[in-house]
């Protein structure tokens, strides 16, 4: 019996220990999608208890308590930071098989030295252990960040905002990890919501732009797109229901765009009409700039409204949708081409029964432009375990290159969620050595290795060529 995350958790053969030791560990994380505040970045923040690094917007952790019949006080609500840590130890000691509970004690490891496991027996030692290294020096945000050996960071930015943190983190020569904004155009695009026409008054006065036609709209993006790419933002993320394609002219979206405007109805066919326009319309610029497009579909959101009303989005009501057509995706992706020019663009389904409908559309858009120009992104939120990252991987590798992948992000809120990145390098060394093991790749560690360092960070370096 193998003992419980030991130095070799999940590697299950010689070669993949090596890998993972030899080729993978040091790698540093280019987290180049994630959701941190980069003003708790730049103040330096300091966490008073675990419970506030831990389980203050983790969602993936309040979702596992609500299944173990958890009250809301002690996830959301009013409860102590104690009281709430205690809950989630009771729960986490019998969440067997959730990526979670190892995701959990990785982090524990690594920021706190604990390697026991949480549990209400253990619960009391670890509240104390771990609040007395957060009030020690090095276990700021900061310290935290570099403990993890993070070389870059991109946040997700909407295009009004100020940038105003990162143009001060940029000027602070004191701090190695860089902090650069991604464009999430979504508000933008989403025509259908209630308060779309309230946001675009939001726009115009960021980009001192009167927003009157869908053309309009056009230049007071363009505006905020100079700006973003003035503050080294070189990366856009869309957040879709599914990659629609639904083409209409230039005089039908004016159309549209006006009846908003004047509060009438827009149909479901309508409102297609004018995210694909919209969608295309971007993808041009970022072919100009030469910015990254990554899009993100695949998720039926906010599916509890009673708790959507008492919470707001983002507090883990959120599943997977079966709808993800790709017939809609390769022609929404081939118009783009036709247009003027595919972006570099990575492709994210939280369906994991897209995994091979992506590899086989990626595959009818690469080109001399760049390795792997079209990428099959990792296995995403709900995909994000040991099950789903290897599936991802498999399938990438049966009908792709996985030796061009761009590797694994985060996805997240937490600034204790770096450890994702060694829980994925292990399950692909695992992988890989699996195969040799096999006799499906020869022994070749020297190649093997190049692989391994590739996904890990050297792929993003290349892909992305941040400034």
Known sequence: MKAFMDQDFLLSTETAKRLYHEAAAGCPIIDYHCHIDPREIYEDRRYETITQVWLGGDHYKWRLMRYAGVPEEYITGGASDYEKFYKYAEV???????PV??????????YFGYTGTL????????????????ASDGFTVRGLINRSNVELICTTDDPTDSLEWHRKLAADGSFRTAVLPAWRPDKAMNIEKPDFSQYLQKLEKTAKVDITSFASLKEALRARLAWFAENR?????????YAMYAPASDEEIEH????????????EQDVFRYKTAFMLFVAGEYRRMGWVMQLHYGCRRNNNPVMFDLLGPDTGYDA??????????????????????????ILYSLNPYDNAAIDSVCGCFQNGEAVCKVQHGSAWWFNDHLAGITEQLTSLANLGYLAGFVGMLTDS??????????????????????????GLYPDDFETL???VRGVCCDNARAYFAFA
């Open 320 to 345: 997977i949708d079966t709808y993800t057509p790709s017939a809609q995706l390769a022609a929404l992706l081939g118009a783009m081409e036709q247009a003027g020019g595919l972006p570099k663009t």
């Open 413 to 438: 809120r937490s600034f204790l969620s770096y450890p994702r990145h060694e829980y994925f390098r292990r399950i692909l060394c695992r992988l890989l050595g699996e195969w040799v093991a096999d």
């Open 449 to 451: 290795s190049q692989i």
């Open 233 to 241: 933002c070189s990366l856009s993320d869309h957040a879709l229901d």
């Open 256 to 267: 549209i765009f006006a009846d908003k405007l004047v509060g009438g109805d827009i149909g």
């Open 101 to 110: 509970y190892h995701w959990s004690h990785m982090e524990l490891q690594r």
């Open 92 to 98: 986490l000691s019998r969440c067997v098989g959730n």
């Open 119 to 134: 549990s209400a027996k253990t619960a009391d030692e670890v509240w104390e252990l771990a609040n007395a290294k957060l």
